[in-house]
């Protein structure tokens, strides 16, 4: 029934992803960085960004001591079984923006990883080839967890979603 339905749907669309990243060969240049140079290594194009951001189009492009700044415009390929871009994309964007906003405070080989979050959706985010912008603000940063807010707009500056997250220290 499946195969049948599928002659009707037309062409499939195409999303080709193309992406950098061995961990393993970066360690060494890595060795001594602070979560700040690390991250702005990214932005100069020292350092690969993760795979994950190549699939969503993230582009990182402005950090500073608590501070970061993605952003990402959403398309076709992101959308849910009712036409909008899936609630998970602002969830993933927004831990993007406050995880990266906490690492430019860590010192060098300390790392932190999300434990819990809440997002509030506003609006949807737009699928029509406008540009979102997300920034992450790192509240506190403890020895043993960090707190941190995260807030979406679209291309007009209108709030489209807003965050919190807790993190925890794994090295």
């Not at 795979?51 to 993230?58: H, R, T, V």
Request: net charge negative; with cysteine.
């Amino acid at each position: 029934m499946e195969t049948e339905a599928a002659e009707t749907w037309g062409e499939p669309s195409t999303k080709t992803v193309s992406w950098w990243w061995a961990p393993e060969s970066m360690r060494p240049h890595l060795a001594g960085l602070s979560g700040l140079d690390y991250v702005q290594g990214m932005i100069d194009g020292h350092f690969p960004p993760p795979p994950f951001a190549s699939i969503l189009g993230l582009r990182l492009s402005h950090v500073s001591p608590g501070e970061a700044v993605f952003h990402c415009t959403p398309d076709e390929s992101q959308f849910n079984p009712i036409g909008l871009v899936h609630g998970g994309v602002l969830c993933t964007l927004l831990d993007s923006a406050m995880g990266v906003a906490v690492q430019t405070q860590l010192d060098a080989g300390v790392a932190y990883a999300s434990i819990e979050m809440k997002v509030s959706f506003l609006r949807p985010l737009p699928a029509d080839g406008s540009e979102i912008e997300v920034r992450g603000r790192a509240l506190k940063i403890g020895r043993k967890v960090a707190f941190a807010e995260g807030h979406a707009y679209d291309s007009q500056g209108r709030l489209l979603g807003h965050g919190t997250q807790s993190m925890s220290r794994v090295i």
